[in-house]
């Protein structure tokens, strides 16, 4: 393809280039011959350079059309396909939901894949703090995924206040649960447009608000326009740790009954996270809480810790509770805890 749009640029450029000229010496001939005034000569001239150009534009307008022809089938393919989570008709529109949430013995399968969970059941009453916590790929984030309707289970049900999931419209859903990814989500925006995706009518005196609680709000003044700079594709003017305040910042704005924390200060130095920790007990106060973590000592708080393995809940309790029964959590402790001792313990060497 760009072997043949090179040939017809050079041929495009070529002929235009050629015709000019043969215009220019077929009119000095005839002006010589007394056959054409040198008025016509240049009228003639002025109209073949106009047609030229338009034929140019003609050229330059098929070749993008053919550069961006998969490009527009694909985006017709995305708003052709049918989402894998359809809505029943007459689904139920929530207000803000208590935060009462509950998983009855829910499996799931990515299509044509094996089960990745397996008989998941607990419950989570409104404002306690539940952790989630196990190895790489134990399904935790599945789990979540699941809370959010990303997918629906394959057998089993998950219910926000008593109602089934797959009865509820999705934006009624998704606008009581706020999340913070380990990766932020940010658009090519300004601050102030990635902060108010969540809540599109708040304040500036609210968005401000929510930026000092998540230590977002002197960063941000330091930037070349405040809250009016872009931050590039997915944040990428913008360092890890700004981005994950961005992101805790647009929840603290949405506010919801249910939030869903996945490894939410991974990305923040020992001192900032001191500060945001803060901020996250603030904003986790009389909620549903769900704190996906491979770092267990931000787990210790938790009212109730899930330890998953192999898609199941291995063990369940609080965080003394599941140290003293020595089983696979007191494991995953200890393998924490002697890995941060060995750190030291090499950096003095």
Not at 167 to 172: R, W, Y
Request: glycine share 8%.
């Amino acid at each position: 393809m760009l072997n043949w749009w090179a040939v017809v640029s050079v041929l495009t450029r070529a002929a235009s280039t050629v015709t000019v000229i043969a215009i220019f010496v077929l009119g000095t001939v005839l002006h010589l011959d007394g056959k054409a005034t040198v008025g016509e000569i240049v009228s003639f001239m002025g109209f073949a350079t106009l047609l030229i150009g338009k034929l140019e534009g003609a050229v330059a307008f098929v070749s993008r059309l053919v550069f961006q022809a998969p490009s527009i089938v694909k985006f017709f393919e995305v708003l052709d396909a049918r989402s894998s989570v359809p809505e029943r008709p007459g689904a139920l529109t929530l207000d803000r939901a208590i935060g009462a949430v509950e998983f009855d013995r829910v499996a799931f399968a990515y299509p044509g894949g094996t089960r990745i969970l397996t008989d998941i059941s607990f419950e989570a009453p409104p404002g306690r703090t539940l952790a989630l916590v196990g190895q790489t790929g134990a399904g935790k984030s599945t789990a979540m995924a699941l809370l959010q309707r990303l997918w629906d289970p394959v057998e089993g049900r998950i219910t926000l206040d008593g109602h089934d999931l797959r009865d509820v419209t999705l934006e009624s859903l998704r606008r009581n649960i706020g999340v913070v990814f380990q990766e932020s989500m940010l658009f090519n925006r300004t601050i102030r447009d990635n902060l108010l995706i969540g809540r599109a009518e708040a304040t500036q005196e609210e968005i401000e608000r929510a930026c000092r609680m998540a230590e977002a709000h002197d960063f941000i003044q330091r930037q070349p326009q405040g809250y009016d700079t872009m931050v590039g594709e997915r944040g990428a003017s913008l360092s890890g740790g700004q981005r994950q305040r961005l992101a805790i910042a647009r929840a603290l704005l949405k506010d919801p009954p249910v939030l869903i924390l996945d490894e939410a200060t991974s990305a923040l130095d020992a001192a900032t996270e001191a500060r945001v920790q803060k901020a996250l007990a603030a904003l986790m106060a009389g909620r549903t809480t769900f704190v996906i973590a491979h770092r267990l000592s931000t787990v210790r708080d938790a009212d109730e810790i899930l330890v998953f393995e192999g898609g199941r809940i291995a063990e369940r309790g609080s965080f003394n509770d599941l140290v003293q029964q020595g089983g696979r959590f007191a494991e995953l402790v200890r393998t924490q805890l002697t890995g941060q001792t060995a750190e030291p313990a090499q950096a003095a060497e």
